[in-house]
């Protein structure tokens, strides 16, 4: 079973900024979505484009090459949610953000 990682100060994020993380050795996509932070992976599931790197509307999640859109509360792409990334557990403790590598099981 994963454990909690510490992946940013939560201050070094903010609202509507998207950033990538390592956690468990994977590469992911965190959000800030109006003080809630969300974890997805950060591979486009059309060409593999950095998500973290990509553009935040509300709870969108836009990928910088293609403009592929993810709802980063539960992965599913716009308009299609047969493509889907995984959504990873975040918690906040003390002004820092924990990411478990671990997916959310959908």
Not at 8 to 24: F, K
Not at 76 to 84: A, D
Request: aromatic share 10%; proline share 6%.
């Amino acid at each position: 079973m994963a454990e909690y990682v510490k992946v940013i100060a939560a201050s070094a994020l903010s609202p509507g900024q998207a950033c990538e993380v390592q956690a468990g050795g994977r590469t992911l996509a965190l959000v800030n979505v109006e003080g809630t932070f969300h974890a997805v992976d950060n591979r486009c599931v059309h060409r593999g484009g950095p998500l973290g790197q990509g553009f935040v509307d509300g709870f969108q999640l836009g990928c910088p090459w293609h403009n592929w859109n993810y709802d980063v509360r539960t992965g599913e792409m716009t308009g299609n949610p047969e493509f889907r990334v995984a959504c990873y557990p975040v918690k906040v403790e003390e002004g820092q953000v924990f990411v478990n590598s671990e997916p959310v099981a959908r």
